[in-house]
Nanobody, 122 residues
Framework: QVQLQESGPGLVKPSQTLSLTCTVS??????????WSWSRQPPGKGLEWVGA???????YYSQTLKSRTSISRDTSKNQFTLQLTSVTPEDPAVYYC??????????????WGEGTQVPVSS
Protein backbone atom coordinates (compact mmCIF):
# COMPACT_ATOMS: atom_id res chain seq x y z
CA GLN A 1 0.00 0.00 0.00
CA VAL A 2 2.70 2.45 1.01
CA GLN A 3 6.44 2.36 0.64
CA LEU A 4 8.98 4.92 1.71
CA GLN A 5 12.67 5.16 1.07
CA GLU A 6 15.23 7.59 2.40
CA SER A 7 18.15 8.76 0.34
CA GLY A 8 20.98 11.17 0.81
CA PRO A 9 24.64 11.47 1.60
CA GLY A 10 26.10 9.18 4.19
CA LEU A 11 28.36 11.71 5.85
CA VAL A 12 27.94 15.30 6.95
CA LYS A 13 30.60 17.56 8.38
CA PRO A 14 29.97 19.68 11.47
CA SER A 15 28.39 23.04 10.76
CA GLN A 16 27.14 21.89 7.38
CA THR A 17 23.62 21.03 6.36
CA LEU A 18 22.19 17.56 6.43
CA SER A 19 19.86 16.88 3.54
CA LEU A 20 17.77 13.76 3.15
CA THR A 21 15.01 12.94 0.72
CA CYS A 22 12.16 10.54 1.21
CA THR A 23 10.38 9.10 -1.78
CA VAL A 24 6.84 7.88 -1.20
CA SER A 25 5.24 5.20 -3.31
CA UNK A 26 1.50 4.95 -3.03
CA UNK A 27 -1.80 5.95 -4.48
CA UNK A 28 -2.83 9.57 -4.73
CA UNK A 29 -5.38 9.29 -1.95
CA UNK A 30 -2.74 8.05 0.45
CA UNK A 31 -0.28 10.70 -0.62
CA UNK A 32 -2.76 13.50 -0.12
CA UNK A 33 -4.60 12.33 2.98
CA UNK A 34 -1.72 11.78 5.38
CA UNK A 35 1.10 13.68 6.91
CA TRP A 36 4.68 12.62 6.41
CA SER A 37 7.30 12.75 9.10
CA TRP A 38 10.99 12.66 9.74
CA SER A 39 12.32 11.00 12.87
CA ARG A 40 15.72 9.99 14.05
CA GLN A 41 17.29 7.62 16.52
CA PRO A 42 20.73 8.47 17.88
CA PRO A 43 22.90 5.63 19.13
CA GLY A 44 21.68 4.33 22.45
CA LYS A 45 18.68 6.63 22.51
CA GLY A 46 15.04 6.49 21.69
CA LEU A 47 13.28 7.73 18.63
CA GLU A 48 13.06 11.50 18.27
CA TRP A 49 10.46 13.11 16.08
CA VAL A 50 11.91 15.86 13.92
CA GLY A 51 9.04 17.23 11.90
CA ALA A 52 6.18 16.52 9.56
CA UNK A 53 4.45 17.92 6.53
CA UNK A 54 1.60 17.36 4.18
CA UNK A 55 1.83 17.64 0.45
CA UNK A 56 -0.78 20.35 0.64
CA UNK A 57 1.70 22.51 2.50
CA UNK A 58 1.24 22.04 6.24
CA UNK A 59 4.44 22.02 8.26
CA TYR A 60 5.18 20.99 11.82
CA TYR A 61 8.52 20.94 13.55
CA SER A 62 9.91 19.61 16.77
CA GLN A 63 10.29 22.52 19.13
CA THR A 64 13.78 21.44 20.09
CA LEU A 65 14.98 21.31 16.50
CA LYS A 66 12.78 23.93 14.89
CA SER A 67 15.48 26.53 14.57
CA ARG A 68 17.60 24.20 12.46
CA THR A 69 14.94 22.24 10.60
CA SER A 70 13.32 22.73 7.24
CA ILE A 71 11.09 20.29 5.41
CA SER A 72 10.16 20.84 1.81
CA ARG A 73 8.11 18.89 -0.68
CA ASP A 74 8.09 18.03 -4.34
CA THR A 75 4.55 17.09 -5.22
CA SER A 76 5.44 16.05 -8.75
CA LYS A 77 7.81 13.37 -7.45
CA ASN A 78 6.06 12.44 -4.21
CA GLN A 79 9.17 13.40 -2.33
CA PHE A 80 9.89 15.39 0.75
CA THR A 81 13.23 16.57 1.96
CA LEU A 82 14.66 17.19 5.38
CA GLN A 83 17.30 19.83 5.86
CA LEU A 84 19.00 20.13 9.19
CA THR A 85 21.44 22.99 9.37
CA SER A 86 24.49 23.54 11.53
CA VAL A 87 24.93 19.90 12.31
CA THR A 88 26.91 18.86 15.35
CA PRO A 89 28.42 15.59 16.54
CA GLU A 90 25.18 15.07 18.45
CA ASP A 91 23.19 14.79 15.24
CA PRO A 92 24.45 11.40 14.02
CA ALA A 93 21.56 9.02 13.95
CA VAL A 94 19.51 6.71 11.86
CA TYR A 95 17.00 8.94 10.13
CA TYR A 96 13.59 7.64 9.18
CA CYS A 97 10.77 8.95 7.12
CA UNK A 98 7.32 7.66 7.89
CA UNK A 99 3.66 8.14 7.24
CA UNK A 100 2.04 10.11 10.00
CA UNK A 101 -1.53 9.14 10.72
CA UNK A 102 -3.48 11.80 12.58
CA UNK A 103 -6.91 10.30 12.11
CA UNK A 104 -9.19 9.48 15.00
CA UNK A 105 -7.44 11.84 17.37
CA UNK A 106 -4.26 9.79 17.20
CA UNK A 107 -0.72 10.42 16.19
CA UNK A 108 0.74 7.26 14.74
CA UNK A 109 3.72 6.58 12.56
CA UNK A 110 2.46 3.49 10.82
CA UNK A 111 4.57 3.08 7.69
CA TRP A 112 8.31 3.52 7.79
CA GLY A 113 11.25 3.68 5.52
CA GLU A 114 14.11 1.37 6.34
CA GLY A 115 16.13 4.24 7.74
CA THR A 116 19.42 5.70 6.69
CA GLN A 117 22.42 6.15 8.92
CA VAL A 118 23.91 9.62 8.87
CA PRO A 119 27.33 9.95 10.49
CA VAL A 120 28.76 13.35 11.29
CA SER A 121 32.47 13.60 10.78
CA SER A 122 34.68 15.18 13.37
Amino acid sequence: QVQLQESGPGLVKPSQTLSLTCTVSGDSATINNYYWSWSRQPPGKGLEWVGAMSFSGSLYYSQTLKSRTSISRDTSKNQFTLQLTSVTPEDPAVYYCARHDLSGGRSTLDYWGEGTQVPVSS
